[in-house]
């Protein structure tokens, strides 16, 4: 199934890229979010089953994509709203940005499930070029330099991933085995050389940084988040993060069962924290809206990674915020179009007044920004809570309370620029041409977010047993 | 025989560092692609016609004519200067090269493997210390790529360092490698000559927070 999954999804992405005709590409992605959602339903049902020899439909696998075929259906339709009022489209740049908002979500989705760290890293790339190609749907100055930076440091950052597999290898080689999937590190794991699984780490830590979103390879995100037309952000800033984490997560849980988990701990706690700290900084100065969001997403990661760092109730911790935040983050960005249609700029300075011409999706940016700050009743502030709960049983509490005080002004400078445009007029506003915006428009991101509360405040057995069964293999 | 090669790698290293034209820049990548061939070709013993073809491929046609070629192109067709323009004198560059390739000599001495070719893995250290710092210190967009180049040799000798038990991995991760970023980067170049006349560095700081 995973083949047959592949191979479609690379012919819809073909077909999608030749095609000229609306009603053809319409039915292609209807076709694509059907094939996505059928392999979904087959995963679920062939639990824990490895196919095709490098994909294991294990426990974090599954619950991300199922993260991701969720995200896929509104990224979809507004994707659609979006082309639709955009009104330089052309048939070939509606093909090319819907081939790659295609090949993104496949590729993102195959990489969630490989069992193999060379597959996981293939697919990785793949994104890049992917998500190359939504930044630069523009087509203009800004969207070049976006799209450069991005794939530059996107470049150098696989060569790091692969550095590290290199070193990996050479790390296998003490324990007399050549198998690179994750189930032989891990049955090998005391075995490995420590020397080289330190230099693996620290190598490929880095390089899945920069689809993380993580000191020290954030910037491109930021850049991406910035350029790419506002579902595709949604994209970018959620479930590829989600890929960013499993690369980590994976290669960590192996880390762990050896003698370097004290070692990677600290190295990951330092990048949480330094992570923090900058979305702090830049957090305070930023006046653009979707720089801003992506700004959040930095901090929510370096809170995630937190959690990995401090165990124990941290890491279920750490799984449920992944999870959350890229339900969150992603209707945030979803929402982000409306507001552009209304107000034109992303400049917080020409944004205000926001409930009087379009109240729903003020409505929605309200909530979702009580969600992505995690003030209850959002299910982000549970996780942040059982973080920050994990950071004491590590007896952490400089870093807590250094943490929290980079999340009050987070906070702050989050609501002061939030209320700003939700409230405060602003000057010279042509209030004759603001378009109407049916509220349907917003139900999807309504949905997403009390999703996220909904799960936080009240998850589902099931849904506690796959991350509980996805942390499993981590020593305590 | 390996280790004059590998030695004429790293002496290329140095020419790359003072090196003041673009053109020079390109020949040397030309040069280190058939000496990886070369490398290659003796390091992998046990080495199957296929695979060969493979690595033919890659180092000769790949590395030496087709990435070459295409930089030549863009020169002309974006009609770039041909200084290379550093922002440090080439004596300065050549010290840093040196201080590189001396700590690297330090650290592989540290480094007690048998399973490790200590020469493979100084020069493959030290060019990709040498790659980041040629993408640090030169003014053009098109040196960047350059630089990333180089990284890209210096990850294929690293390769070959392990590569000996592995080869069949190493392959596949080295072509995708290469084929995927310098095709986006290459088609990337083309755009970048388009929109941005005179393509400098300092010209790519338009997105900014306010």
């Excluded at chain 1, 940005?97 to 295609?102: E, K, L, M, N, P």
């Excluded at chain 1, 209707?331 to 020409?350: A, G, M, P, R």
């Excluded at chain 1, 309370?401 to 980079?406: E, G, H, N, Q, Y």
């Excluded at chain 2, 922002?87 to 330090?106: E, G, K, R």
Aim: proline share 3%; net charge positive.
């Amino acid at each position: 199934m995973t083949l047959i999954y592949l191979i479609v999804a690379l012919l819809i992405v073909v077909s999608l890229f030749v095609n000229k005709n609306k009603l053809i590409n319409i039915s292609l992605i209807s076709l694509f979010v059907f094939l996505q959602w059928s392999y979904t339903i087959y995963a679920c049902f062939h639990f824990r089953s490895t196919e095709f020899e490098f994909f294991t439909f294990d426990s974090l696998g599954v619950l991300l994509l199922i993260v991701l075929s969720v995200i896929s259906i509104p990224a979809m339709i507004h994707s659609l709203i979006y082309l639709k009022n955009n009104n330089e489209e052309t048939p070939q740049s509606r093909g090319i940005y819907f081939a790659a908002i295609v090949g993104l979500i496949t590729a993102i989705g195959a990489g969630y499930l490989s069992n193999h760290i060379a597959v996981i890293w293939i697919f990785t790339e793949l994104t890049t070029l992917c998500a190359s190609a939504l930044i630069y749907h523009h087509r203009n100055k800004l969207a070049l330099e976006g799209t450069w930076k991005y794939i530059f440091i996107c470049a150098i950052s696989i060569t790091f991933i692969f550095i590290g597999i290199l070193f990996l290898s050479l790390s296998l080689q003490h324990a007399g085995s050549d198998d690179l999937s994750f189930k032989n590190l891990l049955a090998n794991a005391s075995k490995l050389n420590p020397f080289w699984l330190q230099l693996a780490f620290l190598f490929i830590f880095t390089g899945f940084t920069a689809k993380l979103g993580l000191v020290p390879m954030f910037t491109a995100g930021i850049d991406a988040k910035d350029n790419a037309p506002g579902p595709a952000a949604a994209l970018l800033s959620s479930v590829l993060v989600n890929l960013g984490f499993v690369g980590i997560f994976r290669f960590y849980i192996i880390v762990a069962n050896t003698s370097l988990h004290q070692w990677a701990n600290m190295i990951i706690g330092i990048a949480a924290v330094l992570s923090i700290f900058v979305a702090t900084v830049y957090m305070i100065k930023v006046k653009n809206i979707k720089r801003m969001f992506a700004y959040s997403g930095i901090e929510h990661m370096g809170l995630v990674m937190l959690g990995i760092a401090a165990g124990g109730i941290g890491y279920y911790a750490a799984v449920l915020h992944i999870v959350l935040h890229a339900l969150t983050k992603s209707s945030l960005f979803f929402q982000y179009s409306q507001l552009k249609k209304v107000f034109h700029t992303k400049n917080i300075y020409h944004i205000g007044n926001y409930f009087k011409y379009n109240a729903t999706g003020a409505m929605v940016l309200l909530f979702g920004f009580i969600c992505a700050t995690a003030m209850p009743p959002s299910g982000l502030f549970v996780s942040e809570f059982l973080i920050f709960k994990s950071l004491f049983a590590a007896n952490q509490v400089i870093v807590l309370i250094l943490v929290l005080l980079l999340l009050t002004m987070i906070i702050w400078a989050f609501g002061k620029n939030m209320f700003k445009m939700l409230f405060i007029p602003v000057i010279g506003m042509d209030e004759q041409n603001v378009p109407s915006i049916s509220p349907w428009e917003s139900a999807t991101q309504l949905i997403l977010l009390t999703a996220s509360v909904y799960l936080g405040l009240n998850p589902p057995q099931e849904f506690v047993q796959l991350i509980n069964e996805s942390i499993m293999l981590l020593p305590i | 025989m390996i280790n004059v090669l590998l030695i004429t790698f790293l002496i290329t290293l140095f020419y790359m560092a003072i090196a003041n034209r673009m053109l020079t820049y390109i020949n040397v990548l030309a040069l280190q692609g058939v000496l990886l061939f070369f490398v290659v070709f003796l390091q992998l013993n046990e080495i199957s016609t296929l695979n060969l073809v493979l690595i033919l491929l890659e180092t000769i046609v790949f590395k030496s004519i087709a990435v070459p070629v295409f930089l030549a192109y863009v020169l002309k067709r974006n009609k770039i200067t041909r200084e290379a323009e550093p922002f440090l004198p080439n004596f300065v560059s050549l010290i840093i090269t040196t201080v590189i390739v001396v700590v690297t000599i330090l650290l592989a001495n540290i480094i007690k493997d048998t399973h490790l070719d200590k020469i493979f893995f100084v020069v493959a250290l030290s060019t990709l210390f040498f790659g980041l710092y040629i993408i640090a210190t030169r003014r053009k967009i098109i040196t960047h790529v350059m630089g990333y180049l180089v990284i890209e040799n210096g990850v294929f000798v690293l390769s070959l360092a392990v590569g000996n038990e592995m080869p069949m991995l190493v392959n596949l991760g080295i072509m995708l490698d290469i084929f995927a970023s310098v095709l986006i980067l290459g088609i990337f170049l083309n755009k970048i000559g388009d929109v941005f006349k005179n393509i400098d560095v300092n010209q790519l700081s338009n997105l900014k927070d306010y």
